[in-house]
C-alpha cells in the first residue's frame, strides 16, 4: 500500500527556514513527478514545487527564489528547502505523486493538483509576523 509520509513543519517566524520532508513506501516513484502544494483556510489548493526523477522543476510564482525542491530517489523521497518565509506562507503542505510517469505524459512538471494521485495527510506550516 503506498503511503506518503511528511515531516518537518511547524511554527517559525518570518524571515526563517523550514525543511519539510516527505518519504514514499509501498512502491518506486522514480519514474514519476513528486510535488508539494500548500493550502491556506479557505483558499484554493496550490502548487508550491513539483520536481521529475532529473532536475526538472516547476514552482509556484509565489515562492520563486526562496522555496527549494530536491529529491532523492534511492529513499523515495522528497524535500522542500522554504527561505525568507513570508506569514502568507502559511498553510498545510501536501506532498504528492503523479498519477502517470512524467516522460509519457508531460513536458514541464504539471501544476494541477487533478494530475496527481497519491497524496499525504500533510504537515502544518505557520509563519509568524
Given at each position: 500500500?503506498?503511503?506518503?509520509?511528511?515531516?518537518?513543519?511547524?511554527l517559525?517566524?518570518?524571515?526563517?527556514?523550514?525543511?519539510?520532508?516527505?518519504?514514499?513506501?509501498g512502491?518506486?516513484?522514480?519514474?514519476?513527478?513528486?510535488?508539494?502544494?500548500?493550502?491556506?483556510?479557505?483558499?484554493?489548493?496550490?502548487?508550491?514545487a513539483?520536481?521529475?526523477?532529473?532536475?526538472?522543476?516547476?514552482?509556484?510564482?509565489?515562492?520563486?527564489?526562496?522555496?527549494?525542491?530536491?529529491?532523492?530517489?534511492?529513499?523515495?523521497?522528497?524535500?522542500?528547502?522554504?527561505n525568507?518565509?513570508?506569514?502568507?506562507?502559511?498553510?498545510?503542505?501536501?506532498?504528492?505523486?503523479?498519477?502517470?510517469?512524467?516522460?509519457?505524459?508531460?513536458?514541464?512538471?504539471?501544476r494541477?493538483?487533478?494530475?496527481y494521485?497519491y497524496?499525504?495527510?500533510?504537515?502544518?506550516?505557520t509563519?509568524?509576523?
Amino acid at each position: 500500500q503506498v503511503q506518503l509520509v511528511e515531516s518537518g513543519g511547524g511554527l517559525v517566524q518570518a524571515g526563517g527556514s523550514l525543511r519539510l520532508s516527505c518519504a514514499a513506501s509501498g512502491r518506486s516513484f522514480r519514474s514519476y513527478v513528486m510535488a508539494w502544494f500548500r493550502q491556506a483556510p479557505g483558499k484554493q489548493r496550490e502548487l508550491v514545487a513539483a520536481m521529475t526523477s532529473g532536475t526538472v522543476t516547476t514552482y509556484g510564482d509565489s515562492v520563486k527564489g526562496r522555496f527549494t525542491c530536491s529529491r532523492d530517489n534511492a529513499k523515495n523521497t522528497v524535500y522542500l528547502q522554504m527561505n525568507s518565509l513570508k506569514p502568507e506562507d502559511t498553510a498545510n503542505y501536501y506532498c504528492a505523486v503523479s498519477q502517470l510517469p512524467y516522460g509519457s505524459s508531460w513536458s514541464t512538471p504539471p501544476r494541477s493538483a487533478s494530475e496527481y494521485g497519491y497524496w499525504g495527510q500533510g504537515t502544518q506550516v505557520t509563519v509568524s509576523s
